[in-house]
């Protein structure tokens, strides 16, 4: 038995140019399923919209900077799992940074308008999870779907896109505070050093996003290394520390 909103989630991609196949891997449905579906319509559900509104499937205001900076959050070190009735968020955290824990949880509780204490969190060795349920993750999160990011196209959506130019700090201080640093740069031997921030991602596409949230700021980062951004520059630096600041 699929939720409503899996069925209403699978209609809009099919609406929007992806056939039976595409959205039977985006979603992890069975092709005959959504096949299905296509052929005869959404079964007849009753509408739960009161009991959990969605941005996306009912029109619900969304807080855009809290939703900008999971975003970042989420495309670095977050993943979404499938649960029988619903879907868990998860992000890790390193168990040093007690206030970016704390600052996460907050973020996801915006996200999903709801009190920050559904948000959790478990330890584990050397990190915290942070975690939350909600049948509409997928919705706000379309980058969902089988296999690691690194291995499938990641893309934003129009209306990620949209939120993405209009908080491009958001955006890189949850992508910087997820699979980046600030560090010290040593040259000379030891006998120079400058700041400067690292970004580390596997998914090329990821990669690509962050480099255009810089450029709409004007940050000119550099490739070090085939998974690797770094910004060194002086004056970019000191943008970036107006407003990312250090992981505590």
Same mark, same amino acid.
């Given at each position: 038995?699929?939720?409503?909103?899996?069925?209403?989630?699978?209609?809009?991609?099919? @609406?929007?140019?992806?056939?039976?196949?595409?959205?039977?891997?985006?979603?992890? *449905?069975?092709?005959?399923?959504?096949? $299905?579906?296509?052929?005869?319509?959404?079964?007849?559900?009753?509408?739960?919209?009161?009991?959990?509104?969605?941005?996306?499937?009912?029109?619900?205001?969304?807080?855009?900077?809290?939703?900008?900076?999971?975003?970042? #959050?989420?495309?670095?070190?977050?993943?979404?799992?499938?649960?029988?009735?619903?879907?868990?968020?998860?992000?890790?955290?390193?168990?040093?940074?007690?206030?970016? *824990?704390? %600052?996460?949880?907050?973020? #996801?509780? $915006?996200?999903?308008?709801? %009190?920050?204490?559904?948000?959790?969190?478990?330890?584990?060795?050397?990190?915290?999870?942070?975690?939350?349920?909600?049948?509409?993750?997928?919705?706000?999160?379309?980058?969902?779907?089988?296999?690691?990011?690194?291995?499938?196209?990641?893309?934003?959506?129009?209306?990620?896109?949209?939120?993405?130019?209009? %908080?491009?700090?958001?955006?890189?201080?949850?992508?910087?505070?997820?699979?980046?640093?600030?560090?010290?740069?040593?040259?000379?031997?030891?006998?120079? @050093?400058?700041?400067?921030?690292?970004?580390?991602?596997? @998914? $090329?596409? *990821?990669?690509?996003?962050?480099? %255009?949230?810089?450029?709409?700021?004007?940050?000119?980062?550099?490739?070090?290394?085939?998974?690797?951004?770094?910004?060194?520059?002086?004056?970019?630096?000191? *943008?970036?520390?107006?407003?990312?600041?250090?992981?505590?």
């Amino acid at each position: 038995m699929h939720s409503r909103y899996e069925v209403e989630r699978a209609i809009r991609l099919l @609406s929007g140019g992806l056939n039976d196949s595409q959205v039977s891997r985006a979603m992890g *449905i069975a092709r005959t399923t959504v096949a $299905a579906w296509r052929r005869h319509g959404p079964p007849g559900r009753r509408s739960q919209a009161g009991r959990s509104s969605c941005p996306r499937c009912h029109g619900r205001g969304l807080d855009e900077r809290a939703y900008a900076l999971l975003l970042g #959050m989420y495309l670095g070190d977050g993943s979404i799992a499938r649960h029988p009735r619903t879907y868990k968020l998860r992000i890790v955290q390193d168990a040093r940074y007690r206030n970016s *824990i704390q %600052e996460i949880r907050r973020t #996801m509780a $915006a996200v999903r308008d709801c %009190e920050v204490d559904r948000v959790r969190t478990v330890d584990h060795e050397g990190c915290v999870e942070v975690y939350t349920y909600w049948r509409h993750w997928p919705c706000v999160f379309p980058q969902h779907g089988p296999g690691r990011k690194h291995q499938r196209s990641i893309w934003l959506a129009a209306w990620q896109a949209q939120i993405a130019a209009d %908080e491009p700090q958001e955006l890189l201080r949850g992508l910087i505070h997820s699979d980046g640093c600030r560090v010290m740069n040593r040259v000379g031997q030891g006998k120079y @050093s400058y700041p400067r921030y690292l970004f580390s991602d596997r @998914s $090329a596409d *990821i990669r690509e996003i962050f480099r %255009e949230a810089c450029g709409a700021i004007g940050v000119r980062p550099t490739d070090p290394k085939p998974h690797e951004i770094s910004v060194a520059r002086r004056a970019d630096v000191a *943008i970036l520390d107006t407003f990312v600041g250090p992981k505590t």
